[in-house]
């Protein structure tokens, strides 16, 4: 198989991976999967040379209009990750208040001061 295809074919395959629903239990799998085949491809990439026939250039703009979609898919993938880093954070902090609320508080509040000597 010629760079070129298994480009395409990793192409897909991270497309497909991407649009399935994961659970968040599950989603650790699914982004060392990602890294592997971002990897793979990266590898694969460096392969392709310059001088391509008709059918590896036909290829090429498929792979061109699959790498937008890609994109696409790890941006929202990334957004999605950092709302839920920021949700745990969020949570962390209203639980931190809870179980601590005077925290916050300055000592200094309250107290009286004698400036006379």
Avoid at 24 to 47: A, H, K, S, Y
């Amino acid at each position: 198989m010629n760079p070129v295809q298994q480009f395409y074919q990793y192409t897909s395959e991270l497309i497909e991976i991407l649009e399935k629903s994961v659970q968040p239990e599950e989603r650790d799998g699914r982004i060392e999967r990602v890294q592997q085949l971002l990897n793979l491809r990266e590898t694969t990439m460096r392969e392709i040379k310059k001088p391509l026939n008709q059918e590896d250039q036909a290829m090429m703009q498929k792979i061109f209009a699959l790498n937008q979609k890609l994109s696409n898919l790890l941006e929202k993938q990334k957004r999605q990750i950092q709302l839920d880093i920021k949700g745990l954070k969020q949570k962390k902090v209203s639980t931190n208040k809870y179980v601590n609320p005077y925290q916050k508080l300055s000592a200094s509040d309250g107290m009286f001061y004698d400036r006379r000597k």
